[in-house]
């Protein structure tokens, strides 16, 4: 496996793997690898000729006072680690090498950053767009992979893949959880153990949310509002939002009526934690 640390290197490695007939999968990190994302990287495994992974904490899409500076890392284990998923290669930039000096373009999408977690982290997804495309253009992958626990994320990526004309296919892969429910994240390990006891709320609220759905309950208000409670029942709680929404526009939904998509943040002590889930209608067509 490479370890590669310039743009150059990595843009020649993928010209040659792409001249030879090759197929290449692309999956993006912020390292601190677990479960979730080795399972990114063996569905790449299995679509493409060669893998390639990217570790970057990327600073453009935390905002002022979040968790930048504090965010786990573990470069020699994330390299064993992806090495036995059998990536190819790992793209480990510093951050003069991906932004240098005056760096002034951005990628900003109009809409679908304006619900979710974009209403509290305004800068987040202007800076996932911008270095995923960033990292499109240096990688040169046929195939990008993305996980669904970071459901909005996926959206903006297939919209901006859509309207710049990317020729990349952006594959979304489910979830990987704890055997308890609790969605595998980087970011568990600030949790406490009394802390991580109450972020399981966060999973047991959308099965919740499921259930009644299930006993015919189909307004959206009402779903949520069970939702909060369950969550707030729980110490150390504090909720960012949960929203009801089309699954496409991640436009609100009163009523249920199509499958729906569930999606909350809640702050756990100081960690934002994040969980989705589609609500289906029983014995409706997807
Ligand atoms: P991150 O390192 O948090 O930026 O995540 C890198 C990629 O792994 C993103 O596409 C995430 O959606 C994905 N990912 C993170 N956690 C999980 C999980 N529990 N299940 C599936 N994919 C995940």
């Known amino acids: 496996m490479e370890i590669i640390k310039t743009v150059k290197e990595i843009q020649k490695r993928s010209d040659m793997i792409r001249r ?24 790449g495994r299995n679509r493409c000729d060669d893998v390639v992974i990217s570790i970057f904490v990327n600073p453009t899409q935390f905002g002022p006072g979040e968790d930048l500076e504090s965010y786990p890392r573990s470069f020699e284990r994330d390299c064993e680690l992806a090495e036995k998923q059998g990536v190819n290669a790992i793209f480990a930039p510093n951050e003069k090498e991906l932004y240098g000096k005056n760096f002034q373009t951005y ?41 669904q626990k970071d459901y909005q994320q996926v959206a903006v990526i297939r919209q901006m893949v859509k309207d710049l004309n990317f020729d990349i296919e952006i594959v979304g892969h489910p979830t990987v959880r704890e055997t308890d429910g609790l969605a595998m994240s980087s970011r568990n390990s600030y949790l406490t153990p ?8 966060l999973y047991a609220s959308l099965k919740k949310a499921q259930t009644l759905l299930e006993n015919g309950i189909t307004d959206a ?66």
């Open 194 to 201: 009394d802390q991580r006891v109450s972020a399981l709320s």
């Open 20 to 43: 030879s007939g090759k197929t290449i999968a692309f999956v993006p990190t912020m390292g601190f690898l677990h479960e979730g994302h080795l399972s990114l990287m063996r569905e």
């Open 221 to 286: 208000a009402e779903i949520i509002r069970a939702a909060s409670e369950l969550i707030t029942s729980h110490p150390g709680t504090a909720i960012d939002y949960i929203t009801i929404c089309d699954p496409e526009t991640l436009a609100d939904m009163e009523t249920i009526s199509k499958p729906a998509l569930m999606a909350l943040a809640v702050k756990v002590g100081k960690t934002r934690v994040i969980d989705n889930m589609i609500l289906d209608i029983p014995g409706s067509q997807r």
């Open 107 to 147: 990628v900003k999408l109009e809409d679908l950053p304006n619900h979710l977690c974009g209403i509290s982290r305004p800068v987040h997804f202007r800076g996932v767009a911008t270095v995923v495309t960033k990292l499109f253009n240096i990688v040169k992958p046929h195939f990008a992979i993305f996980g």
